[in-house]
């Protein structure tokens, strides 16, 4: 399995408060990403990352930033979290962005 | 557009009998086309992948699919389901040679019921 840790597994905050998601991967691959899960919507993409620094927008990244300093650590941070933002969020890694992505555990969020 | 169509959101089979996930795409350029399986409270897993060559691809778990350019379709058929294929399962379509090579696009996902 590729090494891609995630944390913490579980949360639950408050409406209004800061929370940051970290992905942790020993790979050294240069594509990161994060997604959302949600029912009936699938796999959404949120940010991804090319590099370190490098950072573009997905289809639902509307109220979340991501920074990625050093290779294997890829954050996620809501700046002021809403009850929209209750999912399960879904790191994943990949050595080219058309290569197949490997998936971390999952963090699940909720937020009351 | 890029896309990715799957089929009916839920699909029934009884164990033993065969198992197929339909799966459609949309592209412009020679596409990798990937299956994933995700079970309960886990992460995505790769079953298979295409990118080039023989157009049946063999996975795990006695999975197979295959690329059929003229129908633009990549289905996922399995001969004789068991009850531990019971999962969600999700397409997905990448384009290493377009401008947009810096992601893959994933369909909504077939959960995936095993009678006994």
């Known amino acids: 399995d590729a090494g891609i840790t995630q944390s913490p597994r579980h949360k639950v905050t408050e409406t209004g408060t800061p929370v940051t998601l970290r992905c942790h991967q020993t790979?050294?691959?240069?594509?990161m990403y994060w997604y959302r899960q949600d029912p009936g919507h699938g796999l959404r993409l949120i940010h991804y990352?090319?590099?370190?620094?490098?950072?573009d927008k997905g289809e639902v990244s509307d109220g979340y930033s991501v920074s990625r300093s050093k290779t294997e650590d890829f954050l996620l941070t809501l700046e002021s979290a809403t009850s929209s933002q209750t999912s399960v969020y879904f790191c994943?890694?990949?050595?080219?962005?058309?290569?197949?992505?490997?998936f971390g555990p999952g963090t699940r969020l909720t937020v009351t | 557009a890029q896309s990715v169509t799957q089929l009916g959101s839920h699909v029934s089979v009884s164990e033993g009998a065969l198992v197929l996930l339909r799966c459609n795409y949309s592209?412009?350029?020679?596409?990798?086309l990937f299956w994933y399986v995700q079970y309960p409270n886990q992460g995505l897993q790769l079953l298979l992948k295409?990118?080039?060559?023989?157009?049946l691809v063999k996975g795990i778990n006695g999975f197979e699919a295959e690329f059929k350019k003229s129908e633009t379709s990549f289905h996922l058929t399995k001969p004789s389901a068991h009850m531990s294929d019971a999962a969600e399962y999700f397409c997905?379509?990448?384009?290493?040679?377009?401008?947009?090579?810096?992601?893959?696009?994933f369909g909504k996902g077939t959960r995936l019921h095993i009678l006994p």
């Open positions: 990352s090319y590099g370190v620094k490098d950072t």
């Open positions: 295409y990118t080039t060559g023989a157009t």
């Open positions: 592209s412009s350029v020679p596409p990798y």
């Open positions: 994943a890694i990949s050595s080219q962005g058309y290569n197949e992505q490997y």
């Open positions: 997905a379509v990448s384009h290493p040679w377009s401008n947009r090579d810096d992601k893959i696009i």
């Open positions: 790979e050294n691959h240069r594509y």
